[in-house]
């Protein structure tokens, strides 16, 4: 099972950007499609983007639609999550996770999840 540690998170001022990454233990990471969740306090966990394992085939969840970027680098069992012009909502903690192979994205069957980075906007 891989292991999955997220980094990047911290305090933004609201309209600036972050990018996040998650580095995983091996390198079977490669094989596995990538998303990334986010939930935040008395709320449920929320489906942000996901990413093929080629890097091909990626989907957003619409609030982040057009200011959002999911990459990754198999070469460093990297995935990032690029997040630009941020507001009060995208204020959560953040979860990567490795996708059930032929799982729907956005349910969050994962086989691994990291521990997560919290994002605090201030405005």
């Known amino acids: 099972q891989v292991r999955l540690k997220e980094s990047g998170g911290g305090l933004v001022q609201a309209g600036h950007s972050l990018r996040l990454s998650c580095v995983a233990s091996?390198?079977?990471?490669?094989?596995?499609?990538m998303a990334w969740f986010r939930q935040a306090p008395g709320r449920s966990r929320e489906f942000v983007a996901a990413?093929?394992?080629?890097?091909?085939?990626?989907e957003y969840e619409d609030s982040v639609k057009g200011r959002s970027t999911i990459s990754r680098d198999n070469a460093k069992n990297t995935v990032y999550l690029q997040l630009s012009n941020l507001n009060a909502d995208d204020a959560s903690t953040y979860y990567c996770?490795?996708?059930?192979?032929?799982?729907?994205w956005g349910t969050g069957l994962a086989s691994s999840w990291g521990q997560g980075t919290q994002v605090t906007v201030s405005s």
């Open positions: 996770a490795a996708l059930l192979p032929g799982s729907c």
């Open positions: 990413m093929s394992w080629s890097g091909q085939t990626t």
């Open positions: 091996e390198r079977t990471f490669s094989s596995y499609a």
